[in-house]
């Protein structure tokens, strides 16, 4: 479970970046002074609302993993103690 969790959190990293090369990109472009410039502005600030909300996204996921990981810890914790108190 937790290969899968760094492997997402890793591919997630490698888009994020990739999108704010694209958005600093897009911004570089977009100041030729154009009439058309405020367009992809709102643009950039709409991908990076939405980066934000998936950083976030995978952060609770992260964390419900985490915690779900945890009990699953836990739980087979006290079934090994029950097979010991059982067994002696």
């Known amino acids: 479970m937790r290969e ?3 492997a ?3 591919e997630f990293e490698h ?3 990739d999108h704010r090369i694209e958005l ?3 911004a570089g472009s977009s100041t030729g002074g154009s009439a058309s410039s405020p367009a992809p502005s709102r643009s950039s ?3 990076e ?6 950083e976030a996204t995978l952060g609770g996921r992260e964390t ?3 915690e779900a990981e945890r009990r ?3 739980a087979a914790a006290e079934q090994r103690a029950r097979l010991e108190q059982i067994s002696a």
């Not at 609302?49 to 998936?54: I, K, S």
């Open 4 to 6: 899968r969790l760094l």
């Open 8 to 10: 997402a959190r890793t």
């Open 15 to 17: 888009e994020t970046r």
């Open 24 to 26: 600093a990109a897009s």
């Open 45 to 47: 600030r709409a991908r």
């Open 49 to 54: 609302e939405t980066l934000g909300r998936l």
């Open 64 to 66: 419900a993993i985490v």
């Open 72 to 74: 699953v810890e836990t």
